[in-house]
């Protein structure tokens, strides 16, 4: 069993909606992070949190530490944010490496 | 233009033949690691350096080797490549050494393919 595990694996949504990807962890983390990988393969980070929430343009990310849970939200959502979004987490106390959820793979239609 | 740059793109290369994929970046990060992306397996971190001199496993070492010589640059080498390695492949760093406080740069990614 991963110890990161994501869902959904894909989603598909019209213009507008309001998206919910989910992230939960089964040991406790250093840190989570959330990235986003365009259909041309190039990687971007966009949030890196360990408590609380964060917020960016339409973008906010959210973590619980007791239930072991993130959320990733995008608002009033876009064909351009067609991606795939894959959580991160540094597991246990050290924070040398990362390990991956699967991703999402996200379609937003017109 | 701050980056963490990748050479060669793309490559399709025969078993057993030596090669080395070059990273580097310019933002003077301390951390740097490299990961291997498959289908249906996401993103596996292969080996990482928090420092010059300073290298470690990640989660699928076997059949690689790095080295940090220069805090820019972090090259990965697979000494006698196999088809089991043909994945996409990508450098990232970071400011600081640990990954608990700081975000990551990838690099655009190396298609490897090993007939």
């Known amino acids: 069993k991963n110890e990161v595990e994501q869902s959904p694996q894909n989603l598909t949504a019209q213009e507008g909606e309001f998206i919910t990807i989910n992230c939960s962890y089964s040991?406790?983390?250093?840190?989570l992070h959330w990235l986003q990988q365009h259909p041309g393969g190039g990687i971007v980070s966009l949030f890196m949190?360990?408590?609380g929430k964060k917020k960016h343009g339409r973008l906010i990310a959210t973590i619980n530490i007791q239930e072991k849970h993130s959320s990733l939200h995008i608002t009033a959502s876009h064909p351009r944010d067609s991606a795939v979004y894959i959580c991160?987490?540094?597991?246990?106390?050290?924070?040398?490496?990362?390990?991956f959820g699967k991703g999402t793979h996200l379609i937003i239609q017109p | 233009e701050a980056q963490v740059t990748q050479n060669p793109r793309y490559l399709i290369t025969v078993t057993g033949k030596k090669l080395t994929v070059t990273c580097s970046q310019n933002m003077n990060h301390e951390y740097m690691s490299w990961y291997r992306q498959d289908p249906g397996l996401g993103l596996r971190q292969i080996y990482y350096s928090m420092n010059v001199e300073v290298t470690d496993k990640g989660d699928v070492p076997e059949g690689y080797k790095v080295s940090r010589k220069e805090k820019r640059n972090f090259p990965l080498i697979l000494e006698s490549p196999s088809p089991n390695q043909t994945s996409l492949y990508f450098c990232?760093?970071?400011?600081?050494?640990?990954?608990?406080?700081?975000?990551?740069?990838f690099g655009p990614g190396t298609r490897l393919t090993v007939l």
């Open positions: 991160a987490a540094t597991l246990g106390r050290g924070a040398d490496g990362l390990t």
């Open positions: 990232a760093s970071s400011l600081l050494r640990t990954l608990s406080t700081d975000t990551q740069y």
């Open positions: 949190l360990s408590s």
């Open positions: 040991v406790g983390i250093s840190a």
